[in-house]
């Protein structure tokens, strides 16, 4: 049904582009008067307009449809997933520092510094 509602959806999508590229604008008038032989149209000086605007009319209704079918049926869809049952309850925190870590250089003479002593309160 999806698929069939989404062929549907693109075949009126590429008949309402054509039926809207053979229509004329609304300043086709002007180019008649300078020779640009729009008032010889296919349809006759009426017919484009009732015709073409109803196919319009038409398409674009079933465009709607179409896609608010569409879009409903995207909503109920679960989309997959590698998780088995959700994220974890609990993170695992950093991992506590020991020591150099690998692949650091040591420090000056190839010993670690000695961590500095505490300072004494009073004297």
């Known amino acids: 049904m999806y698929t ?8 009126v999508s590429i008949a309402l582009i054509l039926i809207i590229l053979l229509q004329t604008g609304k ?4 180019g008649a ?3 640009g032989g729009s008032s010889q149209t296919l349809f006759g000086s009426s017919g484009p307009t009732s015709f073409l605007g109803k196919a319009t009319a038409g398409a674009a209704i079933v465009f709607m449809i179409t896609s608010l079918f569409l879009a409903y049926f995207a909503g109920g869809r679960t ?6 049952e959700g ?3 609990s993170m695992p925190g950093p991992a506590a520092p ?8 040591s420090g000056p003479g190839g010993a670690m510094p000695a961590p500095a002593p505490p300072a004494s309160p009073g004297k």
């Open 4 to 11: 069939l509602i989404i062929i549907i959806h693109v075949i």
């Open 27 to 30: 300043g086709t008038d002007i």
């Open 33 to 35: 008067v300078f020779g």
């Open 79 to 84: 989309s997959p997933t590698i998780m088995k």
């Open 87 to 89: 994220a974890p309850a």
């Open 98 to 105: 020991q020591g150099m870590p690998p692949g650091m250089p």
